[in-house]
């Protein structure tokens, strides 16, 4: 079983978003099967599912926050941790891992001080490791945000983080 990183970073939500939260989750517990759409709809509200935010969710579907928790980790379309302006996301499927991308991790995570999973304390980079992307023809693949970066190298870390700045 992979062990669950959590970013210590402060929640910031804001009295609007609680609102806006706790209108849409009203509607959506007439639901049958309410627990995905809420923490669909959570997630779109906040850009993740802090423990704030499940116990939210917990306390207007009448939920214990163990089932939300359950939910939000088990299914990859969630994250409990803030998600940066710029994502980088590091492919290690096996055609991308073979030729070099563990490597290629490595030095963003020394580079940025981040560990994947993790956020920059300002809010603008998250290091995420991945699977295929399907560009295996361009292992090792990288994406910030929705830009591919093939046959990426060790050397070409500094460079791709210094455009995305």
Same mark, same amino acid.
């Given at each position: 079983?992979s062990?669950?990183?959590?970013?210590k970073?402060a929640?910031?939500? /804001?009295?609007e978003?609680? !609102?806006?939260?706790?209108?849409? #989750? *009203?509607?959506?517990?007439?639901? +049958?099967?309410?627990?995905?759409? %809420?923490l669909?709809? *959570?997630?779109?509200?906040y850009g993740?599912?802090?423990?704030?935010?499940?116990?939210?969710?917990?306390?207007? #579907?009448?939920?214990?926050?163990?089932?939300?928790?359950?939910?939000?980790?088990?299914?990859?379309q969630?994250? #409990?941790?803030?998600q940066?302006?710029?994502?980088?996301?590091v492919?290690?499927?096996t055609?991308?891992?073979? !030729?070099?991308?563990?490597?290629?991790?490595e !030095?963003?995570?020394?580079t940025?001080?981040l560990?994947?999973?993790?956020c920059? %304390?300002d809010?603008?980079?998250? #290091?995420?490791?991945?699977?295929?992307?399907?560009?295996?023809?361009l *292992?090792?693949?990288? /994406?910030?945000? +929705?830009?591919?970066?093939?046959?990426? /190298?060790?050397? +070409?870390v500094?460079?791709?983080?210094a455009?995305?700045r």
């Amino acid at each position: 079983m992979s062990k669950i990183k959590l970013t210590k970073v402060a929640f910031n939500g /804001t009295a609007e978003q609680e !609102k806006q939260l706790r209108d849409k #989750l *009203a509607e959506i517990k007439k639901m +049958d099967g309410a627990l995905m759409p %809420a923490l669909q709809t *959570a997630q779109g509200i906040y850009g993740y599912l802090p423990i704030e935010v499940q116990d939210i969710v917990a306390e207007e #579907l009448g939920l214990r926050q163990e089932e939300v928790f359950g939910v939000a980790t088990f299914y990859s379309q969630f994250t #409990l941790n803030p998600q940066g302006k710029k994502q980088i996301s590091v492919c290690l499927g096996t055609a991308c891992y073979v !030729k070099g991308s563990g490597e290629v991790l490595e !030095k963003f995570k020394t580079t940025l001080g981040l560990d994947a999973g993790e956020c920059s %304390a300002d809010g603008y980079f998250s #290091l995420l490791a991945t699977r295929c992307v399907g560009c295996c023809g361009l *292992a090792p693949v990288l /994406t910030v945000n +929705d830009k591919v970066y093939g046959k990426v /190298t060790v050397s +070409d870390v500094e460079k791709i983080i210094a455009e995305n700045r």
